[in-house]
């Protein structure tokens, strides 16, 4: 008797509807977003009316320009600290407290979301008081925290499967340890470093619960506004906002894709 | 140069090395754990403190002890002759909370074992393209994906549509704003997070266990239950506690799929920050909700303990 070793009943049929239950609520809102009707159900015709109503809305221009620059400023203040301390802790023999230090640096990722939040908004609000200080720097650094073990992830996985033997061979030619770091460590490094600026920035540029509790007025990032939206009625603008968000990430991500091919390499 | 006086230079400067390492290491590990200390671990001794502290009339907090939140939680204190008489309200969301969670890690195993298992017997070279294809909208934004559903499961939503042409229902399934909106959002929501640690348990998975298995007349059944998901336990284990944590904390899915109406843990918490304006409660509802969370880890670490003891 033969049969396919690894084939069970009903495996595949439910793969598939895995993949489609998880792409078909994307795509609809997708397809609806080009839709020239008011409707979120019926299709008329195709129209990128509710892009260009999008784009006019000043609420919405204002939230993008917010989600940037804060998306900007912790993906940058993450991934210099993210890379310092993988190479601190791939780069140097082990030490004691090394395990105490990867908990410290994923801690963000052990605690739901929403007790980060709170707890954020209670040290800021404590500091708010003490300091008189307003301003959106509080909402950035709260970004740049959590954004920090997205972007140590992947540098530290570059730099586990990166061999000594270039560093090692450059030191051999009398290069000075800076010269070894810029000019050969850092370069290999690279991918990692770029994949991980990339998660940090479209994590960054999604989070809601903890901007929604820390963000002081005026301090509206594009989901924060894409939630009042919804909660004030669906319209077809959302959807052409979400759709823009879904393909920036998307498109991010895809590009992930191909650097850590390219990494593997 | 005596020999001694070589090794002892030798000496020197190996402890030197030694300690500017130690002092680069410092160094390069200070912003990490500053950021994360000062704006992570910090702000969490804040919330103990707060959780026993008096609420303020206008939100924040009074500096006056009270255990009043944690008595809050299970108890109503009557106002003409403070008895405190049993109040559920509080402990029913909890509980909600913990049977949607648990309720959705089912859901996603029986969905993300055999996607899991499809993709870990696809020849190699095509798994990257189907991991790719499940991790995709993991990294598209949770609350627009919990919109997208929205829009599906709505009365007038797509489901509905389809399912009334076909002719299958007279009028629509009112699935919104119930559990089982939530209970189908948080699915969706962490689907993923079940599949990957499956898949990179079963990647391992030597087939020829399984060809053993047929060739000692176990029937299809018996080889998945007694072979392969005790080889994928680790796997399993870890995509449940992956579900059910983010599960337990959600806040967008049952903010928009039960309509503000169906509550869990995280807006609960949220709403005392907010609109309720007691920020002792809300501190002491999501210590309580990190307590729960640190016995499901601590019951998996015992257990994983146990189980590498017994092995080894």
Same mark, same amino acid.
């Given at each position: 008797m033969v049969r396919d070793l690894k084939a069970m009943l009903g495996f595949n049929a439910t793969a598939w509807i895995c993949i489609v239950t998880l792409y078909l609520p994307i795509l609809v809102l997708i397809a609806f977003s080009f *839709? $020239? *009707?008011?409707? @979120?159900v019926l299709w008329t015709e195709f129209s990128l009316d509710w892009y260009v109503k999008a784009m006019d809305n000043d609420g919405i221009r204002n939230a993008a320009w917010v989600s940037v620059k804060i998306a900007l400023f912790a993906t940058v203040i993450s991934t210099v600290a993210a890379t310092m301390a993988a190479l601190a802790t791939t780069r140097t023999k082990r030490f004691a407290g090394q395990g105490m230090v990867y908990g410290i640096i994923n801690q963000p990722l052990m605690i739901p979301e929403i007790v980060t939040a709170i707890a954020t908004l209670s040290l800021f609000a404590l500091v708010k008081r003490m300091t008189g200080l307003t301003g959106i720097g509080y909402l950035m650094l709260a970004h740049a925290a959590f954004c920090i073990p997205f972007a140590y992830m992947p540098i530290r996985a570059r730099l586990e499967n990166m061999t000594l033997t270039l560093e090692q061979a450059a030191a051999d030619l009398y290069a000075p340890p800076l010269k070894v770091f810029t000019l050969v460590t850092l370069p290999l490094l690279g991918p990692g470093i770029v994949s991980g600026a990339m998660l940090a920035f479209v994590v960054s540029l999604d989070d809601v619960i903890i901007t929604l509790m @820390? $963000? /002081?007025? /005026?301090?509206?990032?594009l989901p924060i506004y894409i939630l009042g939206a919804i909660r004030r009625g669906i319209t077809p603008e959302i959807n052409a906002v979400s759709t823009i968000l879904v393909a920036v990430s998307v498109l991010l991500v895809v590009l992930l894709f191909f650097v850590q091919r390219r990494m593997q390499r | 140069m005596s020999e001694r006086e070589d090794t002892s230079t030798l000496a020197a400067a190996v402890d030197h090395n030694r300690r500017t390492e130690r002092l680069t290491r410092t160094w390069l590990l200070a912003p990490a754990l500053v950021i994360i200390l000062a704006i992570s671990i910090l702000p969490l001794g804040i919330t103990v403190l707060y959780s026993f502290l008096t609420p303020g009339t206008y939100g924040g907090v009074t500096w006056e002890f009270s255990t009043d939140s944690y008595v809050q939680f299970l108890f109503q204190r009557d106002i003409f002759d403070d008895t405190l008489v049993f109040n559920s309200a509080y402990l029913s969301i909890f509980l909600r909370s913990i049977g949607l969670a648990l309720g959705a890690t089912i859901g996603a195993l029986i969905l993300g074992f055999p996607t899991a298992y499809f993709i870990a017997t696809k020849p190699r070279e095509q798994r990257n393209i189907w991991l790719f294809l499940i991790t995709l909208p993991f990294w598209t934004n949770l609350l627009i994906r919990t919109y997208a559903m929205l829009l599906i499961i709505r009365d007038e939503g797509i489901i509905n549509i389809v399912l009334m042409k076909v002719g299958i229902i007279g009028s629509p399934l009112s699935? +919104?704003?119930t559990d089982t909106a939530v209970f189908i959002g948080l699915i969706y929501s962490f689907l993923p997070f079940m599949v990957l640690p499956i898949y990179a348990s079963l990647e391992k998975l030597d087939f020829s266990l399984v060809e053993a298995g047929y060739d000692l007349y176990a029937s299809r059944l018996k080889v998945l239950f007694h072979v392969i998901v005790p080889l994928a336990k680790p796997g399993i284990v870890a995509g449940c506690i992956l579900v059910f944590i983010p599960g337990l904390g959600a806040y967008i899915t049952p903010e928009l799929l039960g309509g503000? &109406? &169906? +509550?869990?843990i995280g807006n609960m918490i949220a709403m005392q920050f907010g609109a309720s304006r007691n920020w002792p409660f809300g501190s002491a509802a999501a210590l309580i909700l990190m307590a729960l969370v640190v016995v499901v880890l601590l019951v998996n670490a015992l257990a994983t303990g146990r189980e590498a003891r017994s092995n080894g």
């Amino acid at each position: 008797m033969v049969r396919d070793l690894k084939a069970m009943l009903g495996f595949n049929a439910t793969a598939w509807i895995c993949i489609v239950t998880l792409y078909l609520p994307i795509l609809v809102l997708i397809a609806f977003s080009f *839709n $020239a *009707n008011r409707s @979120v159900v019926l299709w008329t015709e195709f129209s990128l009316d509710w892009y260009v109503k999008a784009m006019d809305n000043d609420g919405i221009r204002n939230a993008a320009w917010v989600s940037v620059k804060i998306a900007l400023f912790a993906t940058v203040i993450s991934t210099v600290a993210a890379t310092m301390a993988a190479l601190a802790t791939t780069r140097t023999k082990r030490f004691a407290g090394q395990g105490m230090v990867y908990g410290i640096i994923n801690q963000p990722l052990m605690i739901p979301e929403i007790v980060t939040a709170i707890a954020t908004l209670s040290l800021f609000a404590l500091v708010k008081r003490m300091t008189g200080l307003t301003g959106i720097g509080y909402l950035m650094l709260a970004h740049a925290a959590f954004c920090i073990p997205f972007a140590y992830m992947p540098i530290r996985a570059r730099l586990e499967n990166m061999t000594l033997t270039l560093e090692q061979a450059a030191a051999d030619l009398y290069a000075p340890p800076l010269k070894v770091f810029t000019l050969v460590t850092l370069p290999l490094l690279g991918p990692g470093i770029v994949s991980g600026a990339m998660l940090a920035f479209v994590v960054s540029l999604d989070d809601v619960i903890i901007t929604l509790m @820390v $963000a /002081g007025p /005026g301090e509206t990032t594009l989901p924060i506004y894409i939630l009042g939206a919804i909660r004030r009625g669906i319209t077809p603008e959302i959807n052409a906002v979400s759709t823009i968000l879904v393909a920036v990430s998307v498109l991010l991500v895809v590009l992930l894709f191909f650097v850590q091919r390219r990494m593997q390499r | 140069m005596s020999e001694r006086e070589d090794t002892s230079t030798l000496a020197a400067a190996v402890d030197h090395n030694r300690r500017t390492e130690r002092l680069t290491r410092t160094w390069l590990l200070a912003p990490a754990l500053v950021i994360i200390l000062a704006i992570s671990i910090l702000p969490l001794g804040i919330t103990v403190l707060y959780s026993f502290l008096t609420p303020g009339t206008y939100g924040g907090v009074t500096w006056e002890f009270s255990t009043d939140s944690y008595v809050q939680f299970l108890f109503q204190r009557d106002i003409f002759d403070d008895t405190l008489v049993f109040n559920s309200a509080y402990l029913s969301i909890f509980l909600r909370s913990i049977g949607l969670a648990l309720g959705a890690t089912i859901g996603a195993l029986i969905l993300g074992f055999p996607t899991a298992y499809f993709i870990a017997t696809k020849p190699r070279e095509q798994r990257n393209i189907w991991l790719f294809l499940i991790t995709l909208p993991f990294w598209t934004n949770l609350l627009i994906r919990t919109y997208a559903m929205l829009l599906i499961i709505r009365d007038e939503g797509i489901i509905n549509i389809v399912l009334m042409k076909v002719g299958i229902i007279g009028s629509p399934l009112s699935i +919104l704003y119930t559990d089982t909106a939530v209970f189908i959002g948080l699915i969706y929501s962490f689907l993923p997070f079940m599949v990957l640690p499956i898949y990179a348990s079963l990647e391992k998975l030597d087939f020829s266990l399984v060809e053993a298995g047929y060739d000692l007349y176990a029937s299809r059944l018996k080889v998945l239950f007694h072979v392969i998901v005790p080889l994928a336990k680790p796997g399993i284990v870890a995509g449940c506690i992956l579900v059910f944590i983010p599960g337990l904390g959600a806040y967008i899915t049952p903010e928009l799929l039960g309509g503000g &109406k &169906k +509550l869990m843990i995280g807006n609960m918490i949220a709403m005392q920050f907010g609109a309720s304006r007691n920020w002792p409660f809300g501190s002491a509802a999501a210590l309580i909700l990190m307590a729960l969370v640190v016995v499901v880890l601590l019951v998996n670490a015992l257990a994983t303990g146990r189980e590498a003891r017994s092995n080894g």
